[in-house]
T-cell receptor
Framework: NAGVTQTPKFQVLKTGQSMTLQCAQD?????MSWYRQDPGMGLRLIHY???????DQGEVPNGYNVSRSTTEDFPLRLLSAAPSQTSVYFC?????????FGDGTRLSIL | AQSVTQLGSHVSVSEGALVLLRCNYS??????LFWYVQYPNQGLQLLLK??????LVKGINGFEAEFKKSETSFHLTKPSAHMSDAAEYFCAVSEANFGNEKLTFGTGTRLTIIP
């Protein structure tokens, strides 16, 4: 089925470790974004991209890096994980159409 | 800057009763407004959206919302609640310049349906 695919679905890290959350879409959307969801805070925009080679910061970008080398992929990198980054992460794609969301990655930092 | 306020983090209604979930927004320019639904352990699904034109917007699963500029509101309603409506609902806004992009979300309303 067409849509937004996120991997992994679950991950546990130790403080200071690095990892990359993967996001891929097959709808040829120009716009892609990453959100984090925390209890009582809704979804907050981390980074977004309006096309290959173009990225920008959202509301809560600190501690995260992104790149967009292809239209399809938009990975999110945690360089040195901190307990405050424990959250559920959602990738979304859209543009001319409203954003489609992946099923999320549940990340715990110990 | 834009913002969204959802009144009531938890709402309970009886099966068959009216569902009303409240959303107020602030935006310095004409907004695009969205309602998304999230079922447990899933991503968000679009229920409906307002861009321009008719202020009463119909969505999936029998939901509708009305854009009221004078009240800066975009409340979500459904005439008769069903057990399958139990989920978390998020209102979101983007400035019209950005269309479907750069959404600002409210903190969500968890809807419980009482049998």
């Amino acid at each position: 089925n067409a849509g937004v695919t996120q991997t992994p679905k679950f991950q546990v890290l130790k403080t200071g470790q690095s990892m990359t959350l993967q996001c891929a879409q097959d709808m040829n959307h120009e716009y892609m974004s990453w959100y984090r969801q925390d209890p009582g805070m809704g979804l907050r925009l981390i980074h977004y991209s309006v096309g290959a080679g173009i990225t920008d910061q959202g509301e809560v970008p600190n501690g995260y890096n992104v790149s967009r080398s292809t239209t399809e992929d938009f990975p999110l990198r945690l360089l040195s994980a901190a307990p405050s980054q424990t959250s559920v992460y959602f990738c979304a794609s859209g543009g001319r159409s409203p954003q489609h969301f992946g099923d999320g990655t549940r990340l715990s930092i110990l | 800057a834009q913002s969204v306020t959802q009144l009531g983090s938890h709402v309970s209604v009886s099966e068959g009763a009216l569902v009303l979930l409240r959303c107020n927004y602030s935006s310095s320019v004409p907004p695009y407004l969205f309602w998304y639904v999230q079922y447990p352990n899933q991503g968000l699904q679009l229920l409906l959206k307002y861009t321009t034109g008719a202020t009463l917007v119909k969505g999936i699963n029998g939901f509708e919302a009305e854009f009221k500029k004078s009240e800066t509101s975009f409340h979500l309603t459904k005439p008769s609640a069903h057990m399958s409506d139990a989920a978390e609902y998020f209102c979101a806004v983007s400035e019209a310049n950005f269309g479907n992009e750069k959404l600002t979300f409210g903190t969500g309303t968890r809807l419980t349906i009482i049998p």
